[in-house]
């Protein structure tokens, strides 16, 4: 193979870093396919091009399979390469201006596996992986840096987005993974599982070494070919929220297909706070019960892009060509309307920042210990996600930062509220405990997370956590909240809120919620499930038992919105400083597998927004449609009414 030029430029290539809209195509090639590449043409890549205009594509390069859809010389090439497919679309793509990126998969790859199984990971009985590679073992320098350089170079390519990589990694009892534990910690032996006390230990080692590979590759491509730019699919994201240390170029993640909005809704908030360059990756299409996959319409992938554009991030769309490599035209029309969404309101979203309001807690420490995977979110994230969900659906503004990113900024955010997180770094408590006794607030939901400042409640526990049948009272009315509580006495704390043994409340009920002062500041704790229980159920009563809390402990945020609970808010600041309050109407959001594909989305409204603003503006427009809305400003504070909101707009006060 040798590199491709091109005299027809037609524009800049940009760099992922002033990347704001992408596209991405994967077929993870496999040894059975026929004709891959056969219905690939410069005139079908030109369409899609033309008709949608992205910042760079991501295109099929090396799948899980481990087969690749170009003609490699040094690993396993799938044997149904009928035409270069790769080759083409440098071509187009150079002379249209559009980055080229290639979808890689790391960590899983089969065929490397079945062909040298000394690459493989072992698990814990001893049996090689079939699928996943050892991050301790010669793969990385024998097959994925050789086989990375020769794709870079013979294509000229703009860099690599790694996939099955931190989410496919897993626990290694290879000679080579122990022998470094060894070295590393002076044990003969590796735990087998949670009953050893070294389980964390170990589960951290490989958290340690498999940032160590991703340095590895990352580090050995920049040196080969400067400006190859490089991620590695969900590292350092909701999935693996650690501070970042190797030297990827960004961030990236395909969140759920099914629970699409509200996994964006999370993840968004969580990379938005990292520091590094960072998209989203939409599924252009999803599958139901005993179906093959359908594609969704432009109206669902635009309110999914609006989550991510919202918090500053670049959004991309995945498809699936055919196997030989054809474009349909549905997909480029359906891109080609998300994309003029997406374009409409760049102005206004590409680099924005937050202006904190409300930071929420992802522990790491909790989420590090809970998983007994390498990286993973699963199983992790429930309560965070309700709490996220009831405090979105009360209309603050929220992000969402790790212990790593919070304690540095602790100082920013008026209220810090934690979702029953089990366990926190010494340092990061005493600095939350800092940061109230100087006057913030903080909100503990869950009775683990109570535990862990029970010194500073002003309150006694009485025994253990019970399972119990719990009825909350709130400005909503009763709602169930059954599950673990705490039992506790109030020394010096206010109960604010009660929960009884059944929905007769002039029975004798138990204090479900206290507040204490501490400093200049409050400590407010919840203890019982009200996070977990929101996120199983959305049940209107505990987001106004949640919410009746919060208002107490964060009376005037900087926006309050009247509006129905399907509208997200976000302020922020645009790129050019201009504030900016951004509403999302998430009504009909796709989130179950029996509802696939909403295509319609109807409008809510009017929206009275009231914003804190210590100077009369000069004016507030309603973007992107450039309208005017009515408002008034008096004694530093600016009432606007939206007569109507469809998917995604922003009040710009200028």
Not at 42 to 65: S, T
Not at 303 to 327: C, D
Not at 525 to 540: E, I, K, Q, S
Not at 600 to 605: A, D, E, K, L, R
């Amino acid at each position: 193979m040798t590199k491709r030029s091109s005299t027809k430029a037609k524009g800049t290539i940009l760099p992922r870093s002033d990347a704001f809209f992408g596209l991405h195509f994967d077929l993870h090639p496999q040894e059975t396919d026929t004709s891959l590449g056969a219905d690939i043409t410069e005139g079908n890549i030109a369409k899609l091009l033309k008709r949608v205009r992205p910042d760079y594509v991501q295109y099929d390069c090396k799948g899980h399979a481990g087969w690749t859809g170009y003609p490699t010389k040094v690993g396993w090439a799938s044997p149904g390469i009928v035409q270069d497919s790769l080759a083409i679309w440098r071509e187009v793509t150079r002379e249209y201006g559009v980055g080229l990126f290639i979808h890689y998969s790391g960590v899983w790859d089969t065929v490397a596996c079945r062909n040298r199984p000394e690459w493989a990971r072992v698990d814990a009985e001893g049996n090689p992986d079939p699928n996943n590679t050892s991050v301790f073992g010669a793969y990385a320098d024998e097959l994925m840096i050789p086989q990375l350089k020769e794709v870079a170079e013979a294509y000229d390519l703009d860099g690599v987005w790694v996939d099955g990589d931190c989410w496919a990694v897993q626990l290694d009892y290879s000679a080579a993974a122990l022998e470094a534990w060894r070295a590393e910690t002076g044990y003969e032996d590796a735990p087998k599982d949670r009953s050893d006390p070294r389980w964390l230990e170990w589960k951290n080692f490989h958290r340690r070494a498999f940032e160590r590979y991703v340095a590895k590759w990352v580090t050995a491509l920049h040196e080969f070919r400067p400006g190859f730019q490089c991620a590695s699919n969900w590292f350092y994201t909701t999935m693996a929220p650690k501070r970042p240390e190797a030297p990827v170029d960004f961030i990236s993640g395909d969140y759920s297909p099914m629970a699409s909005v509200d996994r964006a809704r999370c993840d968004a908030r969580y990379m938005a706070q990292v520091g590094l360059p960072w998209d989203l990756m939409a599924w252009g299409f999803n599958w139901g019960q005993e179906l093959g996959s359908s594609l969704k319409p432009a109206v669902a992938l635009q309110q999914e892009a609006a989550v991510v554009l919202m918090q500053g991030g670049g959004f991309q769309i995945y498809y699936n060509p055919t196997r030989s490599g054809y474009i349909v035209d549905q997909i480029i029309e359906t891109a080609g309307q998300v994309a003029d969404f997406c374009r409409a309101r760049q102005k206004w979203c590409q680099g924005s920042v937050s202006v904190p309001q409300v930071a929420l807690l992802l522990s790491a420490e909790s989420q590090f210990d809970r998983s007994d995977a390498v990286f993973t979110y699963s199983g992790c994230l429930d309560e965070l996600e309700g709490a996220l969900h009831a405090l979105l659906e009360l209309h603050y503004s929220v992000d969402i930062l790790a212990e790593w990113n919070l304690e540095p900024r602790l100082a920013e955010y008026p209220l810090v509220v934690i979702a029953d997180a089990h366990k926190l770094p010494a340092g990061f408590r005493e600095a939350l405990l800092g940061y109230v006794q100087g006057g913030g607030k903080l909100l503990l939901l869950g009775q683990r997370c109570a535990r862990l400042f029970e010194d500073v409640l002003g309150v006694e526990f009485e025994g253990e956590p019970e399972q119990v049948t719990a009825e909350l009272e709130a400005s909503g009315g009763l709602v169930n909240c059954n599950g673990v509580w705490q039992k506790i006495r109030p020394v010096e704390a206010k109960v604010i809120a009660h929960r009884w043994q059944t929905r007769d409340t002039r029975k004798e009920s138990e204090p479900a919620a206290t507040v204490t002062r501490l400093g200049r500041g409050r400590i407010a704790a919840v203890y019982g499930p009200v996070a977990l229980a929101h996120f199983r159920t959305h049940h209107p009563g505990l987001r106004h038992f949640i919410g009746d809390i919060v208002a107490s402990l964060f009376p005037e945020p900087r926006v309050e919105v009247d509006g129905p609970a399907c509208v997200d808010v976000a302020l922020r600041r645009a790129a050019d400083g201009r504030l900016c309050v951004h509403l999302l109407n998430l009504a009909e959001a796709q989130r179950a597998d029996r509802f696939l594909a909403p295509d319609f989305i109807p409008t809510v409204g009017p929206i009275k927004v009231r914003l804190s603003l210590p100077y009369r503006p000069q004016k507030i427009r309603w973007q992107p449609d450039g309208g005017k809305v009515r408002w008034t400003w008096k004694r530093g504070v600016v009432e606007a009414e939206v007569p109507s909101l469809h998917i995604h707009g922003v009040l710009v006060v200028e």
